[in-house]
């Protein structure tokens, strides 16, 4: 049985690789338990559920046996898959050197450098939404958009391709040097259709132009680098930076194509800034709404803290309205603080808050660690002139080594997290002591357990001066309808 391919019809495909690393076959899978699931990492009730009950189906399906074979029945043919007509992402990653490597490694060696690399390719593409295709050697194909399509398909595939040429340059080989990958990638309308080859080799067939341009872009890119074709920048302008490469001759393509490297996240706040840029159309029919929120702004200035729930369809302006708000605020002294919640990182603890950390630190690609420590304890300062306890544990929640400037944390893990949401409520209280305080809590419907958590306890000890938007869809309590 593949089991990956069992994940990927429940729409589980995230979890292949960790059902891989935990030696889950077919003979195991009807076996697991809830407990087993928590073990490996399924951490959301909902997924651990949807697997309970996919494992319970496999356990009272009957045993089907092959029919035996004789001169005269005639072969079975596999099932056909209808070719579909779809848009779709591709990314092509390289092994650069790797004719280097064959010459200069043993092969056992270069084997578990191209298992490594192959493994962290897998981890970053699935752990991003995308679909490893094939691997071909020293490359990877992948697809963002199949089986599972979603809007925000080009968007992952750039950030799987900045993460991977990270991740692949830190990994623990028997190579001398860090091994390094490049990266193309291209958005356009293929057909998929029918599987092809047998074995290791099987793919899905996509039929377009798409997959070669992919190819012929990850041709140009130099070692570490991501370069993307005009559809993918189009589709994520805004959310990057990128260094324009002007118009290249591909081979294949009449036209010259204008190729793009994308250099890092842009530094923008939020999607809604990134789509629609600085130049706003007037706000139109939102007259009551925007009062509403501007005498709770009023009523947060005089020592009682509110909280506002922002809901309704996707679409209907409830982005527009908070960034009216925030423009109507911008010449009154204030601390603006921004969470962002994502689809694809509901798995992941303190995401909203990482980012906003991120943010507000300054944090950029070639910085150090210790610079990163430095910005860090910076924005610290601003709610707090004690950082002994603050800093450290803000410090590991972003993954940053303190080294001597702070004594080690000794905590246990439920201790740590419970120490770190009460440092974060005291960083709030902190900067309102200061003065009034305005969160903006975006797409709460997709918030991370945890960072609920956090919430919570920020409204339950919202101190004078701190008002909260929180800007959610809903469809069960639409309270912002059609203007």
């Not at 507000?360 to 210790?370: Q, Y």
């Not at 304890?377 to 972003?398: I, R, S």
Request: aromatic share 4%; glycine share 8%; with cysteine.
């Amino acid at each position: 049985m593949d089991v990956a391919a069992w994940l990927r019809g429940l729409g589980l495909e995230q979890y292949a690789r960790a059902f891989r690393d935990n030696d889950v076959d077919g003979e195991v899978l009807p076996e697991l338990t809830a407990d087993d699931l928590i073990s490996i990492g399924v951490t959301s009730v909902g997924h651990r559920r949807k697997l309970l009950a996919a494992i319970a189906a496999l356990r009272t399906e009957p045993p089907t046996a092959a029919p035996a074979a004789s001169a005269t029945s005639a072969p079975i043919s596999p099932p056909t898959i209808d070719a579909e007509r779809r848009q779709l992402t591709v990314m092509f990653g390289d092994l650069v050197g790797s004719t280097e490597l064959s010459a200069r490694l043993d092969p056992e060696d270069l084997r578990a450098v191209i298992g490594a690399y192959h493994r962290c390719c897998a981890g970053v593409i699935e752990r991003n939404g995308g679909f490893v295709a094939k691997y071909m050697g020293d490359g990877v194909l992948a697809y963002f958009g199949y089986p599972r399509a979603d809007e925000h398909d080009a968007e992952r595939a750039v950030r799987a391709g900045l993460e991977l040429i990270e991740a692949v340059a830190a990994l623990d080989t028997p190579a001398d040097a860090p091994v390094q990958v490049r990266v193309g990638i291209a958005t356009g309308l293929v057909v998929v259709g029918d599987l092809i080859g047998e074995g290791a080799a099987q793919e899905q067939s996509v039929v377009g132009e798409t997959p070669n341009l992919a190819a012929r872009l990850q041709a140009l890119a130099e070692p570490r680098t991501v370069v993307i074709g005009p559809s993918t920048r189009r589709l994520t302008a805004g959310l990057f930076d990128y260094e324009d490469l002007g118009t290249v001759k591909i081979k294949g393509f009449a036209a010259p194509v204008t190729a793009s490297r994308v250099l890092r996240e842009s530094a923008v706040e939020g999607r809604f800034e990134a789509h629609h840029g600085p130049e706003l159309t007037p706000l139109v029919g939102r007259d009551e709404e925007l009062d509403l929120l501007l005498r709770r702004w009023q009523q947060a200035k005089t020592g009682e803290g509110c909280v506002v729930l922002v809901s309704g369809e996707p679409g209907i302006g409830k982005s527009r309205l908070a960034q009216t708000l925030l423009e109507r605020l911008s010449g009154e002294p204030h601390t603006r603080l921004r969470f962002f919640c994502s689809p694809h990182h509901q798995d992941s603890a303190l995401y909203p808050t990482i980012t906003q950390l991120e943010r507000a630190a300054g944090f950029r690609r070639e910085d150090t660690a210790e610079q990163r420590l430095d910005k860090l304890e910076a924005v610290l300062a601003q709610a707090t002139n004690d950082l002994g306890e603050a800093a450290p544990l803000l410090a590991a929640l972003l993954s940053l080594p303190v080294g001597d400037r702070h004594p080690p944390l000794n905590l246990t893990p439920q201790k740590q997290r419970e120490r770190t949401l009460q440092a974060l409520v005291a960083q709030v209280q902190g900067l309102a002591a200061r003065q009034p305080v305005v969160m903006l809590f975006e797409d709460a419907q997709w918030s991370d357990p945890t960072s609920l958590e956090l919430f919570d306890l920020i409204i339950d000890r919202a101190p004078p001066g701190l008002p909260l938007l929180s800007r959610c869809h809903r469809h069960d309590d639409q309270r912002l309808q059609p203007p």
